[in-house]
């Protein structure tokens, strides 16, 4: 029988890739010629996801796997492929615990407790493997660098140096030397089928429209590595304004360079490069997912305030909120540091920032780490099967799909703190953007340093230690390093990515959605605040009506203590200047006459 219909690409691809014992044991003996691939159609379109099929048996090897996003990789990677032969995570020991308590610790967090339904067995599949990228040969032993090269099959680069503020050597070490190590070690490994680089999409951020393509830098990767061994720290540090040129860290700097690098090795690999903005809590996954997208945003978190506040006192605070989740079927969007915006979140939401200089109107290119894990999955697959002839880079953005304003994003996550508040703020959350630097200069001295030095004041009177001007300074800090960001936007074309998506079958679109015009903002931000609520601050969901009881009375404080302040200056006006004291005089004639007025105009109606 002949196929007079091309079959779709992914139906094709799979075919063209699929190990022939796997179709002959998914199809019925009775099945041949056009039945043979219908059925196989069927079950792959429907049923099975092809590139959850591809990680079966396969040695995984992940660096950065405990950090954000390598976390959220790591889980999805065991939920959807239990079958995977092993992930080898590059790791180093911190915090005084060591890669098996590490690695534990990560497992028994909420975030892998549904990998544990599918794959109980998950801590057979990781194998922690020691290495610091921060030094040269990446310190890993020789019997782990043996077993790393003879078996891995599938590499995804997500360890970096996401300091904005980190000096040159140590960024252009993590960022550009440890990705040209992997590199070579890629090299060798004979079962390789893809090395997945996770980049930035500000790589480029001194451009305004950034396509899909690796853009040459000025001074060659391979010789600021070689200068980073001589010189010494003091030229480094005088240099670097000039290297990084119109960049404004050396972070975007040294992930530039390592992307030169990866294409300077592209010849010999099969690599492709993921590129993804502000990546921010979980969209989707895996917590469970609202059913009722769109004109019912806002809905989720007031069903689950009503059943949070209904539910019996009996029941613990993450009882509480995970039965109100479950039953609302509210997506909590997991966070698990404060890079990004979830800092200045917490800022805001407890009060303490006020005022921050951006551009309303700018596009704030926030993409969920779920949706960036999602196409990094999907990446690897493509890559592998498919074998595309040049590197492919694969902007993971919001921008040019669904736009959402930082002006807009404000707005909403104020409004999400009117549902949401955060426990003991120190003032009533309030946080404006401005875009006039004198007008951010004067809110910053008036709403940040006035009540910081205030309040510091008063807690040393009472004997306490000061600590609200330190955490003014750090806000201060961050605010300045954060600020680019949100007064330029930036336009990445997305062709590769649209191009991906349209090559997974409709399950795989499903399972590893990347497709970010789904997403619906004001839903998004909702959970956000609090996820940042429930796994950053990890405050008690019961505790809500009395922050909100709080909040009330810091209003009320507020009232209070404007009105009190116009009186004292109204009054001390009045005592120096003879012209407040006529303008007084003309206000209380006016009133009185007014008041006479309304009597008189009244008495005669009755
Ligand atoms: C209308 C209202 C609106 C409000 C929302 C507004 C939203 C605007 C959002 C703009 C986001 C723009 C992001 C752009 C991201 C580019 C994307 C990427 O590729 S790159 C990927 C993204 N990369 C990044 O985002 C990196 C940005 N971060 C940095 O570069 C550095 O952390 C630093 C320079 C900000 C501070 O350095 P340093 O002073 O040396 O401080 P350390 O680091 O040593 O930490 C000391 C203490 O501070 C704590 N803490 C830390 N960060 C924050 C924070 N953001 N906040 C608060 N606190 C923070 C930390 O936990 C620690 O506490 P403890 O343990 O002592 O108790
Ligand atoms: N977060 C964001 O907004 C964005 C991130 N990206 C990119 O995504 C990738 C992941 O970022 P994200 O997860 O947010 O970053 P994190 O800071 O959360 O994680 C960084 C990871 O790199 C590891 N790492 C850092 N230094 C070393 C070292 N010397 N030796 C071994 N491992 C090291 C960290 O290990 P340890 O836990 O031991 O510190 C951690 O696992 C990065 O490449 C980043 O550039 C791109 C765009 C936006």
Known sequence: ?????????????????????????????????????????????????????????????ITGATGFMGKVLMEKLLRTSPDLKVIYILMRPKAGQTLPQRMLQILSSKLF??????????????????????????????????????????????????RFDEPLRHAVQLNVTATQQLLLMASQMPKLEVFVHISTAFSNCNLKHIDEVIYPCQVEPKKIIDSMQWLDDAIVDEITPKLIGDRPNTYT????????????????????????????????????????????????????????????SSFSSHEMLDKG???????????????????????AGKGLLRSVKAAPMAVADLIPVDTVVNLTLAVGWYTAVHRPQSTLIYHCTSGNLNPCNWGKMG???????????????????????????????????????????MYDLYLQLTGRKPRFTKLMNRLSKTLSMLEYFVNHSW??????????????????????????????????????????????????????????????????????????????????????????????????????????????????KA
Not at 256 to 275: C, D, K, M, Y
Not at 329 to 344: A, E, I, M, Q, R
């Open 113 to 162: 407790e549904k990998v544990k339904e599918v794959c109980p067995n998950m801590h057979e599949k990781i194998r922690p493997i020691y290495a610091d990228l921060g030094q040269s040969d990446l310190a890993i032993s020789k019997e782990d660098m043996q077993e790393l090269l003879s078996c891995t099959n599938i590499i995804f680069h997500c360890a970096a140096t996401v």
């Open 1 to 61: 029988m002949r196929l007079t219909q091309p079959l779709p690409s992914f139906l094709a691809s799979s075919l063209a890739h699929e190990q022939p014992q796997c179709l002959l044991r998914g199809t019925s003996p009775v099945a041949s010629g056009m039945n043979f691939f219908l059925e196989l159609w069927k079950t792959k379109g429907r049923i099975m996801s092809m590139i959850a099929a591809y990680y079966k048996n396969k040695s995984i090897l």
């Open 411 to 453: 707005l909403q996550i104020m409004a999400s703190f009117e549902k949401i508040p955060y426990e003991k703020p120190f003032r009533r959350p309030n946080a404006d953007f401005t875009t006039n630097t004198f007008t951010n200069q004067y809110w910053k001295a008036v709403s940040h340093w006035a009540p910081a030095i």
């Open 491 to 604: 336009e990445w074309s997305t062709s590769n990515t649209d191009m991906l998506m349209l090559e997974l079958s409709p399950e795989d679109q499903r399972v590893f959605n990347f497709d970010i015009r789904q997403l619906n903002w004001l839903d998004y931000i909702e959970n956000y605040v609090l996820g940042i609520k429930k796994y950053l601050l990890k405050e008690d969901m019961s505790g809500i009506p009395k922050a909100r009881q709080q909040l009330k009375k810091l209003r009320n404080i507020h009232y209070f203590f404007n009105t009190a302040l116009f009186l004292i200056t109204w009054r001390l006006l009045i005592a120096r200047s003879q012209m407040a004291r006529n303008v007084w005089l003309f206000i209380v004639s006016f009133c009185y006459k007014f008041l006479s007025y309304f009597r008189a105009s009244s008495t005669l």
């Open 325 to 347: 989740v479950l039953l609302a079927g509210v997506s909590l969007g997991w966070v698990d540091n404060l890079n990004g915006p979830s800092g200045l979140i917490i800022a």
């Open 253 to 312: 700097y040294t992930k530039a360079l390592g992307e030169v690098v990866v294409q300077q090795e592209s010849e010999n690999l099969n690599i492709a490069i993921i590129r993804p903005s502000i990546v921010g809590a979980t969209w989707q996954e895996p917590f469970p997912v609202s059913p009722a997208p769109g004109p019912q945003a806002g809905l989720h978190v007031d069903l689950l305030l009503a059943q949070t506040s209904s539910c019996p």
